[in-house]
């Protein structure tokens, strides 16, 4: 598998203009579609050769997880998840599969192993969540927040970084969480007990939609989708979005 020096030279004879560095839509539109074509290839490469450099760095370290994904050391990347993602959503998919058969067929919507999906959401979820824990408390959470190395924008700032959880509580506020802190624990322990408390608190305390984005998220998550609507908006400048009105 080629190392992340190769992708990023592969990147730059791809975009061998550095066409990244034109920055705004006015600049993209005027290229041709094959100027275009290279333009986001080199950015992709760029990005999957930053992603793969920091998960051969963290492996270093001796990490076992990244962003919530097992980190392979067979050297095959972080599509890999929790306990065997793929054999685990073939058993979820089988089991809806068998739901769906013993249904009575009156037009309700189709059964599915809703339970099981997000048991296995949740395996990804709770290593992401310690991980969270730990650079808060190592660390602290970063400062401001871009979207890319290669991105010309200014970053965005991210005054007072904190944790918060999807229920609506800042986690340095949750008392639950302020139990733990109190405790004898390992500051270790501390971390993956607070990411299990706020799991199951989720859990329990709300109905989940098994494609939740995750339980725990700093203000780099809001940063985030500011970026991602801004990014979605600048494709429509005719003003058709404006009155909600389809493309």
Known sequence: MATPEELEALANRIDHEELWRRAGLDAHQKMTPEQQDRLWAGIHLRRYAHDRGNMLERLKEGAGYIRGMRLERANRGTDQRGCGDHQWHVACNAESDRLAADAPKNGQSRPWAKMMHTARKISDEVPRMVLLFQYERERGLPASYKMCGHDPRP?????????????????????????????????????????????????????????????????????????????????????????????
């Open 155 to 247: 970053a965005t700032p991210l005054p007072d970084n904190h944790l918060a959880c999807a229920l609506g509580q800042q986690c340095r506020k949750c008392p639950h969480l302020a139990a733990i802190d109190r405790s004898a624990m390992t500051p270790e322990a501390k971390d993956e007990a607070k990411a299990w408390t706020c799991a199951t608190h989720f859990l329990l305390e709300s109905d989940p939609d098994v494609f939740f984005e995750e339980i725990i998220y700093d203000k780099s998550s809001a940063a985030f989708n500011a970026r991602l609507v801004e990014s979605f908006a600048q494709e429509y400048d005719d003003g058709s979005l404006d009155d909600g009105a389809a493309p």
